[in-house]
C-alpha cells in the first residue's frame, strides 16, 4: 500500500479484530503486501452492494458505513471495524448486505489471499479471525432473538446485549433507524426507552444510549 497511514489510524488498524495482540512487523508486513490497498469513500457512497463488491476484508479506519438489507438498517460501523468477510471464502456471486458511507471514510483493503497469506503466517491472525467470526455469529443470533423477543422492551434489551459488550457500552443511533432495525414504531420505542431508565438499565446521553451495567441488563432479560 502506497499511501502512509496517520499515527491514529496505524493505531486503530493495530488494535481492530484481525490484528489485535500482533506485533508490529505482522501489521507492517500486510500493509507493505502489494495486494493491500487504501479506499476513499465520501459521503453517500456505495462501499459494497449486493452486484459489486470485492473479495477483500475491510478495516474502517475513519468515517462511518451503514449497513442496510432490503432497506433494513442493521447496523453503522465505526472507525476500527472489520466488514467484508461475507465476501471472503465462498463462490457466491452476490454480497449479503449494502455498506453506503455516511461520513467521508478511509478504509483498508485486504484481499483474500491476502488473508489467507496472513493467517498461514500467523496463528494469532488465525485466531483473530475465527474469533471474529464467531462474535458475528452470536450478534445475528441476537438479531434474530431482538426481532423474535416479546414486547418492545424485550426487543430493545436484546438488541443492546447483542451489539455492545464490556468495552463498548454506548450505542449511537438516531432513533428512526433503531426503531427500523428492531421493526417497531418510534413511539414504541421511545416508552422501552423510559421504562429501561426508570430501571436505571440504561442511560440516553443525545442521540446515544449508555449501559451502564451490561450484567444487570442481561439479568433482567431472564
Given at each position: 500500500m502506497e499511501q502512509a497511514?496517520?499515527?491514529?489510524?496505524?493505531?486503530?488498524?493495530?488494535?481492530?479484530?484481525?490484528?489485535?495482540?500482533?506485533?508490529?512487523?505482522?501489521?507492517?508486513?500486510?500493509?507493505?503486501?502489494?495486494?493491500?490497498?487504501?479506499?476513499?469513500?465520501?459521503?453517500?457512497?456505495?462501499?459494497?452492494?449486493p452486484d459489486h463488491f470485492s473479495r477483500c476484508l475491510g478495516v474502517l479506519l475513519s468515517g462511518g458505513i451503514r449497513v442496510t438489507r432490503d432497506s433494513l438498517a442493521i447496523s453503522v460501523l465505526s472507525p476500527g471495524e472489520l466488514f467484508g468477510a461475507a465476501a471472503l471464502f465462498n463462490d457466491r456471486p452476490d454480497y449479503a448486505t449494502t455498506l453506503t458511507a455516511c461520513a467521508p471514510c478511509r478504509v483498508?483493503?485486504?484481499?483474500?489471499?491476502?488473508?489467507?497469506?496472513?493467517?498461514?503466517?500467523?496463528?494469532?491472525?488465525?485466531?483473530?479471525?475465527?474469533?471474529?467470526?464467531?462474535g458475528r455469529?452470536?450478534?445475528?443470533?441476537?438479531?434474530?432473538?431482538?426481532?423474535?423477543?416479546?414486547?418492545?422492551?424485550?426487543?430493545?434489551?436484546?438488541?443492546?446485549?447483542?451489539?455492545?459488550?464490556?468495552?463498548?457500552?454506548?450505542?449511537?443511533?438516531?432513533?428512526?433507524?433503531?426503531?427500523?432495525?428492531?421493526?417497531?414504531?418510534?413511539?414504541?420505542l421511545y416508552r422501552a426507552f423510559d421504562a429501561l431508565e426508570e430501571q436505571g438499565l440504561i442511560r440516553r446521553e443525545g442521540r446515544s444510549i449508555v449501559v451502564p451495567d451490561l450484567s444487570a441488563l442481561d439479568a433482567s432479560s431472564l
Open positions: 497511514l496517520s499515527a491514529q489510524e496505524w493505531q486503530l488498524l493495530s488494535g481492530c479484530a484481525l490484528f489485535q495482540g500482533c506485533a508490529r512487523e505482522e501489521v507492517q508486513l500486510a500493509l507493505e503486501d502489494a495486494a493491500c490497498t487504501l479506499g476513499v469513500y465520501e459521503t453517500g457512497q456505495t462501499v459494497y452492494q483498508v483493503l485486504l484481499p483474500q489471499e491476502l488473508v489467507s497469506r496472513l493467517m498461514d503466517a500467523s496463528p494469532r491472525i488465525r485466531d483473530n479471525y475465527i474469533r471474529y467470526l464467531s455469529i452470536r450478534f445475528l443470533s441476537g438479531r434474530i432473538r431482538s426481532l423474535a423477543a416479546e414486547g418492545v422492551e424485550g426487543k430493545l434489551k436484546q438488541h443492546l446485549l447483542t451489539t455492545l459488550s464490556p468495552t463498548r457500552t454506548r450505542l449511537s443511533c438516531p432513533a428512526t433507524e433503531l426503531a427500523q432495525r428492531l421493526g417497531i414504531s418510534r413511539a414504541s
